[in-house]
C-alpha cells in the first residue's frame, strides 16, 4: 500500500517501553515495527507496550509483526501489550481470533498499569 508508518519512542524506562505507531502497517513497512520491537525487547524491559492509537489500517503483515513482538517477549521473559487499537485495527485482530492471543487495553495507562 504504502510506506507511511511512524514508529516512535514514547517512555523507555528500562522495566517498560512505549512505542507509539501511527499510519498503515502492511508488509511494505511492517519491517520497521518489527526493528523497533526487537531493539526494544533486546534492551531487556519487561513489558513493551504498542500505542495503536493512530494506527488507520493493518494487514496480514503487520499481524504477523504482532504474533512475531509477542512471541519474542514471550522467549525473553517479557509481555507485549497492545493499547489503544480502535476499528479498522481492532475489527481486523478480531476476525482472526487474535484478540484470544494478544493483550489489548483500552488506553496505554491501563496497559501500563
Same mark, same amino acid.
Given at each position: 500500500?504504502?510506506?507511511q ?5 514514547g517512555k @523507555?524506562?528500562?522495566?517498560?517501553? %512505549?512505542?507509539t ?8 513497512? @511492517?519491517?520497521v /515495527?518489527e526493528?523497533?520491537? *526487537?531493539a526494544? /525487547?533486546?534492551? $531487556?524491559v519487561? *513489558?513493551?507496550?504498542l500505542?495503536?492509537?493512530?494506527? @488507520?489500517?493493518c494487514d496480514?503483515s503487520g499481524?504477523r509483526t504482532?504474533?512475531?513482538?509477542? !512471541?519474542l517477549a $514471550?522467549?525473553?521473559?517479557? =509481555?507485549l !501489550? #497492545? @493499547? ?5 485495527? =481492532?475489527? %481486523? ?6 484478540? !484470544?492471543?494478544?493483550?489489548?487495553y483500552?488506553? %496505554?495507562?491501563?496497559a #501500563?498499569?
Open positions: 500500500m504504502t510506506d508508518l511512524t514508529v516512535t519512542v @523507555a524506562d528500562g522495566r517498560v517501553t %512505549v512505542l505507531v501511527g499510519g498503515e502497517l502492511d508488509r511494505d513497512i @511492517a519491517h /515495527l526493528e523497533a520491537g *526487537r526494544a /525487547l533486546g534492551s $531487556g519487561e *513489558r513493551l507496550v500505542d495503536l492509537g493512530g494506527l @488507520a489500517f496480514s499481524l504482532f504474533v512475531l513482538l509477542h !512471541r $514471550g522467549e525473553r521473559g517479557a =509481555s !501489550r #497492545l @493499547a489503544e487499537v480502535h476499528p479498522p485495527v =481492532s475489527t %481486523v485482530i478480531a476476525v482472526v481470533n487474535l484478540d !484470544r492471543m494478544l493483550a489489548l483500552p488506553s %496505554v495507562e491501563d #501500563l498499569a
